[in-house]
Structure formats: C-alpha cells, structure tokens
C-alpha cells in the first residue's frame, strides 16, 4: 500500500525555535492535512490544503503556524515560535479526493518535544 | 459540529478473550464512522469504516464494528484477540458526503495479556 512519509520521527527544540516538520504525501493525492495529538489527548485537527492553498484550519492553528508545498511533493507545517505546549506527535495525512467516504492516509508521525 | 466520545482509555484483556471497545458521537447530521489503530511507532491505520447500508461492518484483523442510530454508538469487537492487537484505538467521525475534517476520540489503548 502507498505510504505517507514524515521526516524527522523526533524533533527536540529550544522554545521560541523555529521547526519545520515535513511530509510527503502520497504522490496522486490532491488533499493535504495536518493532525496533532498532545499525550493522552485526542487527535486533533489543525489544517486542510488543497489546490495550494489552506481549505479549513482550527482554532489551533494560529498565526505561529503555516503550511507549504513548495516543490509539488513535500508539504511542510511550520512553527515559528515554538512554546511549551506545541509539545506534541504531529501526523501528515492525505486523500486523492474530496468526500467523507474516501479513505485518509496518514504518515507515522513527527514527535516534537519543546524544551 | 461533530465529536467522539470513548470511554475507556485503557482496555487490558487475556489473549484469545472477546474484546469490545466503545465508541459514542453526537452530531447533528449525518456522518460517517472510522476506527483507526495505531501500532507502536507508527502511523494511523483504518481498521474499517461505515458510510451506509448494512449496520454491521467488517474490518481488517478480524475486527468488526456496528453502527447503532438510535445509541449514537460504533462500537468495535473482536470475537479472539491476539497479541498483536496490542496497540491504541481510535474512533472517529465526518461528515457524511462533504466533510473534509475528522474528529477523533481520545483513543483507547489495548492492552493484551499473554
């Protein structure tokens, strides 16, 4: 089965640090996401992007953080400045179509650990 | 809005034992369900899903789940669990035909005893 990879698996940074966690999605999907869960927290929603632009972001997803395709493969979240309490996994996910029918495929995930 | 409720965050069962894991939603339209399971280490992966027609759906590893509209309810089952199942469960709901965004639950981790 096609897989969505994320690169690093771990990520430890200073607060206040720029990170830059990255995926690549699987390579005839249109839709992109971005998933985050805090420890013993739920998975929670932060950003859709398609057609090279944001389609929905949450509450969470605030001006600290942005999103990029910048090449046609890899899609990147960026952190500005990071605090304490983006400590978290990070998950990739993609779809080839629009719909709550077609299946969401996730990367393994990107453990961010801010000191 | 939607949101998943799950209610045991921690399930420990003897290998070979039925297990059940519990899955509610609220939602004021119509949706679709989800289980996903996620390995140590490694990403989400759905198990099975219901969209429409028989209540009763069948997933990968002998996982099976049923969608009650009168309970609100998803649960999911396994007849025999296997050392291997060991890992945490997700449920999660969208909107049926245009939702774009999942809401998950807050996972339940399977834990099975030797």
């Known amino acids: 089965e096609p897989e969505v990879t994320q690169t690093p698996s771990h990520q430890v940074t200073q607060m206040g640090q720029e990170v830059i966690l990255r995926c690549v999605p699987i390579?005839?999907?249109?839709?992109f996401y971005w998933y985050r869960q805090i420890l013993g927290q739920k998975v929670e929603f932060l950003v859709s992007f398609y057609n090279n632009e944001i389609s929905e972001k949450s509450e969470i997803f605030d001006d600290q953080f942005s999103v990029e395709r910048p090449d046609g493969s890899n899609f990147t979240l960026k952190i500005r400045s990071t605090k304490l309490e983006d400590s978290a996994m990070y998950f990739c996910?993609?779809?080839?179509?629009?719909?709550?029918?077609?299946?969401?495929?996730f990367g393994s995930g990107t453990q961010l650990s801010v000191l | 809005a939607q949101s998943v409720t799950q209610l045991d965050s921690q399930v420990p069962v003897f290998e070979e034992a039925p297990v059940e894991l519990r899955c509610n939603y609220s939602?004021?339209?119509?949706?679709?369900l989800f289980w996903y399971v996620q390995y140590p280490n490694q990403g989400l992966q759905l198990l099975l899903k219901y969209l429409s027609g028989s209540t009763l759906v069948k997933g990968i590893n002998g996982f099976e789940a049923e969608f009650n509209k009168s309970q609100t309810s998803f649960h999911l089952r396994k007849p025999s669990v296997h050392i291997s199942d060991t890992a945490e469960y997700f449920c999660?709901?969208?909107?049926?035909?245009?939702?774009?965004?999942?809401?998950f639950g807050t996972g339940t981790s399977l834990t099975v005893i030797p």
């Open positions: 996910a993609s779809r080839a179509r629009q719909g709550g029918s077609e299946k969401l495929f």
């Open positions: 999660a709901v969208n909107r049926a035909n245009t939702g774009n965004q999942f809401y």
């Open positions: 939602s004021s339209v119509s949706v679709y």
């Open positions: 390579s005839n999907h249109l839709y």
